[in-house]
């Protein structure tokens, strides 16, 4: 057993970190400015840090398309967000701008008018008696465009909605 003060080899340092990098890659999906900030964390030696970016990225572990894809589908099948908050939270993660605008354009606008229309049914049905100007700035909050809310709410009291009437207005 080695005491507690002894250097590891740069080839034990180097396998630690991979391993550590396998975990969180294989968990979740972390785009390359986060792991490069993890790695960095870690240790200050920017070969290593280099090397370990290279290998996550020859393994194919490491891909912002893939991460801003899976954010995609997060966001707008689960939570039921706008372009707006989608593309928010893909620059905070630190996806490059031609990504981001490749990922979003593969959804279309019905898609992100219906994705509206039922965060409107939701809410509406929490709160029966919302004000307009509240609603739009939830739909707002949510990342939906001025375009796509005023489709929704023109639509809502024309009385497209089947659960939602004017009386909501």
Do not use: C
């Not at 020859?58 to 966001?75: I, N, V």
């Amino acid at each position: 057993m080695k005491p507690k003060s002894a250097k590891k080899s740069e080839k034990e340092n180097y396998q630690e970190l991979l391993d550590y990098l396998l975990a969180l890659v294989t968990r979740f999906n972390y785009s390359t400015k986060e792991i490069t900030e993890k790695i960095a964390r870690k240790t200050t030696d920017t070969t290593l840090q280099k090397r370990l970016l290279s290998e996550l990225q020859r393994l194919g572990l490491l891909d912002d398309h893939k991460t801003a894809l899976a954010l995609l589908e997060k966001y707008s099948k689960i939570r039921k967000r706008g372009r707006f908050f989608i593309a928010r939270k893909l620059r905070a993660k630190g996806i490059t701008e031609p990504i981001i605008e490749e990922v979003l354009s593969e959804r279309s606008e019905e898609e992100e008018l219906s994705l509206a229309e039922s965060e409107v049914r939701r809410i509406l049905k929490v709160s029966p008696r919302l004000k307009l100007a509240t609603l739009v700035n939830r739909l707002l909050s949510r990342g939906f465009s001025r375009k796509i809310i005023y489709k929704v709410i023109t639509k809502l009291q024309e009385g497209g909605g089947n659960e939602v009437s004017n009386s909501h207005f």
